[in-house]
């Protein structure tokens, strides 16, 4: 089932959405609360937001691997498998055949956003306030061709925006727009329903080159979009905030410091957007998204290790299962193998570290190991790997560029093989499944 918008899924979740009606502050309250949360915790709702009477604030929306699951309409174990089939099967978007929510409020030229919007500061050295769940629109000013990403933009006072501009395709774009002398016109949509908001961070290739697509796909139906006020970009209809603007050519300014994703600060000299209009629903819900959080974890969870495990096991027999480590800002995954041979693991870990830019460090586990219980994943670590033999490391790749420990060389990679080396079906201590059993169910009644 798709959710017409942020709105149709909140309605949804029931108890698993706490209303928060004591005052909180977008400076630093909010953001503590969604990085304190756990990942099974519940989706939050800032009814009360100090200085914006009538706005809200939502986070924490898809930090659980069961609320990601409900967005999507699937189940948890059938998340990677969901998005990798639905993905293959685009849905172009339309456009909205009603009145476009989105410009129910419509503020043309404002002078100060952040007297409209509760943009929060998350982090104590944080230069301003950041928009991080900001999916910024735009076309490729030769070909037409949508882009979509998420990007963090800073605060910068009055109506201009820094932008860090990382990942492709926005940056190539933007380089067209300078070369003729041009600004690039975008549009940032704010608080989209959870399918769309994870299509703008996956990976897309050549059957489905648009992520707008992508997200029909996800969603099973196509989204609606609608031209937007001042900029030459369609939006979606049904977001909560859309900001348009136009990237000036040739302006570099520095952008942060910004405590990122890696749980590290990093400041950039990065470009800026001056802000042409505001529009909004009435009584908006500011999405809230504090880096180095669990839902950061789950977003990339799908968006790069969904796509990764996909390309795995199209290339290697046996790849089972992929987790991304938490924390680790996709620089780090296990993945669970079985019966896959010692030469074929070892390919495995090469052609893993050198598909995904970001991957930094790979473990590899036999398919006896829950890759997402961090103890099992020590457990092998300490007994079937054996460092002189089991490692692999790789040098001269391109770094990330958040990623504080890489230098102007680049950065190196490594892999880890701890799968069994004794070629025996398990060489675990087991217990009578019988004896197991009751165990459990009286372990169950605690609850
Ligand atoms: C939470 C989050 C924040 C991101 N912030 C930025 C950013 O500030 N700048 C940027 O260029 N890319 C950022 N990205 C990544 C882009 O949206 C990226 O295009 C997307 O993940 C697709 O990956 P790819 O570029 O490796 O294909 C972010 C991704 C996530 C999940």
Redesign the pocket.
């Given at each position: 089932m798709a959710y017409s918008d942020l709105r149709a899924f909140l309605a949804d979740l029931g108890d698993d959405l706490l209303r928060i009606r004591d005052e909180f502050d977008p400076r630093f309250e909010a953001a503590a609360l969604l990085r304190t949360l756990p990942a099974e915790g519940p989706a939050v709702l800032f009814e009360n937001v100090r200085a914006y009477p009538g706005a809200r604030i939502a986070g924490n929306l898809i930090a659980s691997r069961s609320r990601l699951a409900r967005a999507l309409g699937t189940t948890a174990d059938a998340l990677p498998r969901t998005w990798l089939e639905r993905k293959e099967h685009g849905i172009a978007p339309i456009q909205a055949r009603d009145a476009a929510p989105v410009k129910e409020v419509i503020h043309r030229h404002p002078d100060d956003l952040l007297s409209l919007l509760p943009i929060l500061t998350h982090h104590e050295k944080d230069a301003a306030p950041f928009i991080?769940?900001g999916v910024v629109l735009c076309t490729d000013p030769e070909t037409g061709r949508r882009g979509m990403?998420?990007?963090?933009m800073m605060v910068k006072g009055g109506r201009r925006l820094g932008i860090?501009?990382?990942?492709?395709p926005?940056p190539h774009f933007l380089a067209k727009a300078e070369a003729a002398g041009k600004p690039l016109d975008v549009a940032i949509a704010l608080g989209l329903e959870p399918a769309t908001l994870l299509s703008?961070?996956?990976?897309v290739g050549p059957r489905v080159p648009d992520k707008m697509a992508a997200a029909g796909a996800l969603r099973g139906e196509p989204v609606e979009l609608v031209r937007a006020e001042t900029v030459d970009v369609d939006i979606p209809a049904r977001a909560e905030i859309v900001i348009e603007g136009r990237i000036l050519p040739g302006v570099r300014e520095l952008e942060g410091p910004f405590g990122e994703?890696t749980g590290h600060y990093f400041s950039n000299v990065s470009p800026v957007i001056e802000i042409s209009a505001v529009t909004h629903r009435d009584n908006f819900i500011y999405p809230g998204?504090c880096?180095w959080s669990p839902e950061?974890d789950a977003?990339?969870s799908l968006?790069?290790g969904a796509e990764l495990l996909g390309q795995l096991q199209g290339l290697i027999d046996g790849v089972v299962d992929l987790e991304m480590a938490g924390g680790t800002s996709g620089f780090s995954v296990v993945v669970a193998v079985h019966r896959t041979t010692a030469a074929d693991v070892r390919r495995l870990v090469m052609l893993a570290l050198n598909l995904d830019?970001?991957l930094k460090t790979i473990t590899v586990v036999d398919d006896d190991v829950d890759i997402r219980d961090p103890r099992e994943v020590a457990w092998a670590m300490a007994t079937r790997y054996q460092p002189a033999r089991d490692t692999v490391v790789i040098h001269g790749c391109e770094a990330y560029v958040i990623d504080p420990s890489a230098t102007g060389d680049g950065t190196s990679k490594v892999g880890f093989i701890a799968t069994r080396a004794s070629g025996a079906d398990s060489d675990r201590i087991t217990l009578p499944p019988a004896a197991l059993a009751k165990a459990r169910a009286i372990i169950a009644r605690l609850h």
């Open positions: 991080t769940t990403g998420i990007h963090r860090l501009l990382a990942n492709p926005i703008s961070v996956v990976k994703n998204l880096p950061v977003l990339l968006a790069a830019r970001r």
